[in-house]
């Protein structure tokens, strides 16, 4: 039974250069999430925190 | 009017109780749904990804694909100057390691998986091919004859390597010269290569069961077959390889840092890199784990006050709750009262 | 109550046990009203990520290791592997911010802080005999380049990363049996110490020993029982 990806990343990475540093576009995108999944988990609102404010 | 700024102390014994009110909380469901959402993440990234899987080199691909890269290896590994024979501890006595000032832990803990490169991956190798009195007598004249003399031969066939062609069943074609009898040799270990032998013969020469591949490995990473590979996919040093994966897949980003050193001088162009590399990061990953009691460092949450974004509710809470006068106000942690995070069962506080 | 005798191992060991964790410490079912933030579900992600490592980990090793580069369903479960690991260390990173950021090895909680550094350290080497364990280009790559990190130090005349046998070992059973251990001492820790409370804010007027103003009451104050 052969499971086949939906998108074949088996292929030579895109890279990203800027002076000596460099990424691949997977890696940057492991990164990049990262910060944005860091910044919502401090930034979005968190459950029962207007009950709270209401029943002051 | 300006606050004194708590000490660490301070916070210490403001951080040590907890007096205030709690809420109902399910851990365990909460680890349940987690271990479902994490599974299903999984098998999201799995049917949309698949993972990478690049066939694995071996000598008979390389003896196939690179010959003359491959015949120059094992001039190398004959004459004692490839990267595995001089390579030092702990493989031979032949080379001095990395060292870093006056430490020099690699030759201080020796020589461990010995390898003497002439003879496992020429002499041995070739005794192996049964039936062939003139390869045999080739090799005794080699072995026989003066060091200066096998240097004459050496050169000469590395110099006629450089010029080589391969023919269309892959065997390696030189000028004539004065090679005594390493063409002989070398041929038929190319032979020995192609046939898939020789990636056998490093396996198993001292056992049947194996399951160390440093002999196989080492040799091939002497030659250009896994660099040459290698540097196709983004892996090599100096690409950040350390960080990449095969193909598109996200690699290993949490070796930022290690790889990050091997960018910039000096450590790029030293040849104690690796040590210097490993000092320094054994020096962070310490300062890491010590951070609570690192000046500075352990004040950066202070400095950079992310903290009020993550405990506003509760700043606001206190704010709403606190009486006018500041002096009575309260803040964050507790004081007095047991260490007791949840409330003890039944028993109503105070 | 107990029918040994005082100086009982048994009943010591059973009552500072109970002491320094009754159940209710263990498995409470309240928390702090100041965990109101999505940060804090960064740590049990990891935990759950780990779990599917073990579990993805043990099926590939009741199959052996050569088993997923010949069949479908053994990729399939490299794949959810490889992921696992790929979230495990997205998880716990974040987690790492967030608890840097709250700077919560205040309180008596600094071994909290190193137990958990000391499980990033020791998964990353757990995750490095794992890419050196697959048996493909990868890890003849990995191997070669890293033997020579290894040997610098010396390391490498006792850990050969080129032998695959000792590499598969440490990767199933000795660095997986740290890694859950570390993981463990590093949730107990936490059970025992509480989740660190917010730092004081300067405005408000804090100074140590300050009682803590009640928050306005919720449904439940006191958890339920």
Known sequence: ??????????????????????????????????IVVFAAAIALPFPGSKRRRDGS | MKRKRLSNAELNDAARHYDGPYKPYDL?????????????????????????????????????????????????????????????????????????????????????????????????????????????????K????????????????????????????DSVLIAHGNYGPLPTMMNALLTLGQSGAFDGDLLTSNQFYQTDYTKSLLFMADGGELTIRAQQ???????????????????????????????????????????????????????????????????????????????????????????????????????GGPPDPAPPAGAAAA | MSTAPKQSWTVRLREAGVRAMPPERLLPDGQPTYMSSWIYIFGVLTIAALVVIIGSGTILGLKGPAWWHYTGIGHFFNSIHLWSVELFFFFMVIHLWGKFFMAAWRGGRSRVWMSGAISFLVAIAAAFTGYVSQQNFDSQWIATQAKDGL????????????????????????????????????????????????????????????????????DAAEPAQ
């Open chain 1, 1 to 34: 039974m052969a499971f086949a990806a939906i998108i074949n990343l088996n292929h030579p990475a895109s890279y990203v250069h800027w002076g000596f540093f460099q990424m691949s576009a997977a890696n940057l995108v492991v990164i990049v999430l990262m």
């Open chain 2, 28 to 140: 365990i469901k909460e680890l349940v749904v987690a271990i479902c959402v994490v599974a299903t993440l999984a098998l999201l990234l799995t049917v949309f990804f698949s993972s990478p899987d690049e066939k694995p080199s071996t000598v008979a691909q390389w003896s196939r694909d690179l010959p003359v890269d491959f015949l120059n290896t094992a001039v190398s590994e004959l004459d004692g100057t490839s990267g595995t024979a001089t390579y030092g501890p702990p493989y031979n006595h032949n080379g001095e390691g990395q060292i870093v000032w006056f430490v020099h832990l690699q030759q201080w803990l020796g020589v461990s998986h010995p390898i003497n490169t002439a003879e496992d991956y020429v002499y041995a190798p070739l005794a192996t091919i049964p039936g062939d009195p003139l390869l045999r007598a080739a090799t005794a």
């Open chain 2, 142 to 169: 080699y072995r026989e004859t003066p060091a200066k003399t096998q240097a004459i031969w050496i050169t000469a066939y590395s110099a006629a390597l450089a010029k080589a062609t391969v023919a269309a069943n």
């Open chain 2, 233 to 335: 996919q983004h892996l090599l040093g100096e690409q950040w390889g350390m960080m990449n994966e095969t193909g598109s897949y996200p690699g290993q980003v949490w070796l930022w840092l290690y790889t990050f050193w091997y960018q910039i001088k000096p450590f790029s162009t030293s040849d104690n890199a690796d040590a210097l590399v490993m000092m320094i990061m054994g020096v962070l990953s310490i300062a890491f784990i010590l951070i609570p009691f690192i000046p500075g460092v352990r004040d950066i949450p202070r400095a950079i006050p992310i903290y009020r974004l993550i405990w506003r509710d509760h700043y606001r809470d206190l704010r709403a709750a606190a009486p006018k006068s500041p002096a009575a106000g309260g803040g964050g942690g507790g004081g």
């Open chain 3, 151 to 218: 040997n610098s130090t010396g390391i490498g005349a006792f850990f050969n990363v080129l032998n695959f046998g000792q590499m598969y070992t440490y990767h199933v059973l000795l660095l997986p049996v740290v890694v859950i251990g570390l993981v463990s001492a590093h949730i107990l820790l936490v059970r025992r110490h509480g989740i660190v409370p917010p730092l004081p804010l300067p405005e408000l007027g804090v100074h140590a020993g300050a009682v803590a103003v009640a928050a306005p009451a919720v």
